[in-house]
Nanobody
Framework: QVQLVESGGGLVQAGGSLRLSCAASGRSFGSYAMGWFRQAPGKEREFVAVVSWSGGSPYYADSVKGRFTMSRDNAKNTVYLQMNSLKPEDTAVYYC????????????????WGQGTQVTVSS
């Protein structure tokens, strides 16, 4: 069992930055690939980024590539999402998720989810 708690969301102007954190508790955090997803009002949840259990090169959605950076610190059981050059279309609830294996862009392949943190980008 893995429990995930996101933090760091908030209100920011377009062009600004935020850093989201996802703290994990439970067993074997280092065995899980970690992903970030987001869901805007009236839209389906969408993939943002994923990093393998080893913390190798993360994979990003095209919409955030070059602006967002995902990292993980297995010693702290935490993953991060640094978001720069934010746009109004980045407004959403952001979720972190854990999956055994190498990770995926598909939310159905994740085993555990956090409660989400709201990110609002004003124009």
């Amino acid at each position: 069992q893995v429990q995930l708690v996101e933090s760091g969301g908030g209100l920011v102007q377009a062009g600004g930055s935020l850093r989201l954190s996802c703290a994990a508790s439970g067993r074997s955090f280092g065995s899980y690939a970690m992903g970030w997803f987001r869901q805007a009002p009236g839209k389906e949840r969408e993939f943002v980024a994923v990093v393998s259990w080893s913390g190798g090169s993360p994979y990003y959605a095209d919409s955030v590539k070059g602006r967002f950076t995902m990292s993980r610190d297995n010693a702290k059981n935490t993953v991060y999402l640094q978001m720069n050059s934010l746009k109004p279309e980045d407004t959403a609830v952001y979720y972190c998720a854990a999956a055994l294996g190498i990770g995926s862009v598909y939310d159905s392949e994740y085993d555990y989810w956090g409660q989400g943190t709201q990110v609002t980008v004003s124009s």
